[in-house]
């Protein structure tokens, strides 16, 4: 499975970006997919995940409310749609996907995206 990161951007404290998770391969329909995010000088974070069904959803509490996670098993594609944007939320963003669930989350899966940027101004 092979993944790319796209969407990221540049963009004003209360904006909106969507990032797009896109895969290569057929197993990926079976995998949880997550995002996870990099600051400069900070530790990767976990930020969101679905399960392989779509049905099994969770975020950090930081991005609750703002952000939502989607999967589009016909395109291969997992989507993270980011709003009311804050400079905090300014990093490297990160898709990752494998199974289980679990070790998604961890940040353990097997399969990563080369990251996109996405930069929040105040």
């Known amino acids: 499975v092979q993944l790319q990161a796209f969407g990221g951007g540049l963009v004003q404290a209360g904006g909106s970006l969507r990032l797009s998770c896109a895969a290569s391969g057929r197993t990926f329909s079976a995998y949880a997919v997550a995002w996870f995010r990099q600051a400069p000088g900070k530790e990767r974070e976990f930020v969101a995940v679905i399960g392989w069904s779509g049905t099994n959803i969770d975020y950090v509490d930081s991005v609750k409310g703002r952000f939502t996670i989607s999967r589009d098993s016909a395109k291969n594609t997992v989507d993270l749609q980011m709003n009311s944007l804050k400079p905090e939320d300014t990093a490297v963003y990160y898709c990752?996907?494998?199974?289980?669930?679990?070790?998604?989350?961890?940040?353990?899966?097997?399969?990563w995206g080369q990251g996109t940027q996405v930069t929040v101004s105040s």
């Open positions: 990752a996907a494998d199974s289980p669930y679990s070790m998604v989350v961890a940040g353990k899966g097997r399969y």
